[in-house]
């Protein structure tokens, strides 16, 4: 296996770090079969001329719900803000992030991949919708389109996978990775720096891979911001080839974030144990679980099988923390949790928790979308609590109560820390269940989201629901999930 990287000298327009404001903002998408227009962008130019645009389905978000700095608020039971590009299949809402500041104008800005959008030139290459945020929230239409780069015939399926890169460059604007995992048949990340003018094109660096043992590698599949490992100022980056090496062992390298970006090799990487173990389907940053002061990242190999000690039980899935430190990550990981049933997705739905309990540690929560302990595909998700030596146990398990209909619920199909949504001072998860309501069919409704609310002791009983439109699973209500509209996990 080879690798590939390329970087281009950025802009920097100044130093320092401007946070934007924190708000409680929760970003939910749904991929519908065919939408209604094809989105015009003025030629050549990646800023959008709004009088080009069709009229999608749109509803600018209330600069209260979206920009105020301050308290906390409840989530809302509709959405605050909707958009849809029209035109034909372009999997808009594949992945959605926010972005922090991409500009340095205060206001936290958000990106939609849409990784079978066609170009100006009607190839469907892929592309990233951003929206930035102003006075009078985020916009009804795009600000800037990112356009996938060609390679050879290949589907690129760009903006497949979106994360904040938080400020890899430490100039004081956010910035972001899309992943984009069929550009030449391995796929690709490319990183992109924010600037006071938006998004600057071409992206300031990439990295390819070719997987000579065989299928493809899916570079690009999994994207992450590592937050600053070593406290050098800079933040950090994971990318993962969760198919790659010889059947699907998987693959996560780190790079670390600089003056002129990501590095020009990986800092840190990690290969699956086994064929199969899939290693980097599940890649997130996993806030300060030990609370010494650096970023800690969690990794899923939802295939990976074996035994653990002391008892020597069969896990199913697994998902390994590594702790940030002075020299970078740490080459070994500090804790694995293992999954419980056979063939259960668990760790291909991992995240930072925030810090649920309010102990002063983040924690973790993970999914296990096939887990059958309610009935066949019910599903559930764990919540593993940080500390100076963390638990191996889930403090906290959430179930799929929903056992008609087939019991094809699918929760934990995504989980994302929320943040704090209603300012009690614990954080909060988001989970998904893919096919709920069950009681909708056999093969299940249109997907659910759901808030869990931290606490003392959090609770298993979900305090918000948002349930997709329609009574199958054509829409894939949550098929793209994001956290609050922060530069920083503010955990960290």
């Not at 080009?52 to 301050?70: C, D, F, I, S, V």
């Not at 004081?172 to 600057?200: C, E, R």
């Not at 419980?340 to 991992?350: I, P, R, Y």
């Not at 924690?363 to 998700?381: I, M």
Request: charged content about 15%.
């Amino acid at each position: 296996m080879s690798s590939m990287h390329s970087r281009v000298a950025p802009a920097r327009p100044g130093s320092g770090r401007a946070l934007a404001a924190i708000v409680p903002l929760v970003l939910i998408s749904l991929l519908l079969p065919v939408a209604a227009q094809a989105v015009s962008a003025a030629a050549g130019h990646p800023l959008l001329n709004p009088a080009n645009l069709p009229a999608p389905l749109q509803r600018p978000l209330p600069a209260a719900a979206w920009n105020t700095p301050g308290a906390d608020k409840a989530l809302t039971t509709t959405p605050s803000w909707e958009y849809s590009p029209g035109g034909d299949y372009s999997r808009a809402g594949t992945a959605v992030t926010t972005v922090g500041d991409l500009n340095g104008d205060g206001y936290s800005d958000a990106a939609i991949g849409a990784p079978a959008m066609r170009n100006p030139a009607s190839s469907r290459l892929g592309a990233v919708l951003l929206f930035v945020g102003s006075a009078a929230g985020l916009p009804p239409v795009p600000s800037q389109i990112l356009y996938g780069v060609p390679y050879a015939s290949y589907a690129v399926e760009f903006g497949a996978a979106l994360a904040p890169a938080g400020d890899i460059n430490n100039d004081g604007f956010g910035d972001l990775i899309v992943g984009a995992p069929g550009y030449g048949g391995d796929g690709g990340v490319f990183v992109f720096l924010g600037s006071a003018g938006g998004m600057q094109v071409p992206h300031v660096w990439s990295w390819t891979i070719d997987d000579f043992t065989g299928g493809r590698a899916g570079l690009g599949q999994s994207v992450s911001p590592a937050g600053d490992v070593d406290l050098d100022g800079y933040d950090d980056i994971m990318i993962a080839a969760p198919s790659a090496y010889y059947g699907g062992r998987g693959k996560v390298l780190l790079f670390r974030g600089g003056d002129g970006g990501p590095g020009l090799a990986p800092a840190w990487e990690r290969m699956g144990e086994a064929e199969g173990d899939y290693l980097g389907g599940g890649l997130a940053l996993a806030g300060d679980v030990n609370a010494d002061g650096y970023s800690d990242i969690v990794l899923g190999a939802p295939g990976a099988t074996g035994v653990f000690p002391p008892f020597w039980n069969t896990y199913y899935g697994k998902a390994m923390v590594f702790h940030g430190g002075p020299g970078g990550m740490n080459l070994a990981p500090t804790s694995t949790l293992y999954g419980e049933q056979f063939s259960t997705n668990f760790g291909l739905a991992v995240s930072g928790a925030g810090d649920m309990n309010g102990d002063g540690y983040a924690d973790l929560v993970v999914g296990a979308s096939t887990n059958a302990a309610n009935g066949a595909n019910t599903g559930r998700a764990y919540v593993f609590v940080g500390g100076a030596s963390p638990a191996m146990v889930a403090a906290v398990t959430f179930s799929s109560a929903e056992t008609s209909g087939g019991n094809v619920t699918l929760l934990g199909d995504r989980a994302v820390g929320a943040g704090d949504v209603d300012g009690d001072g614990f954080d909060d998860v988001l989970i998904r269940a893919a096919r709920a309501p069950a009681n909708v069919g056999r093969e299940g409704g249109p997907g659910a989201v759901y808030l869990f609310r931290g606490g003392s002791t959090p609770s298993s009983s979900p305090a918000w629901t948002s349930i997709g439109v329609g009574t199958t699973q054509v829409n894939e209500y949550g098929y793209g999930l994001a956290l609050r509209a922060s530069r920083r996990p503010r955990y960290l």
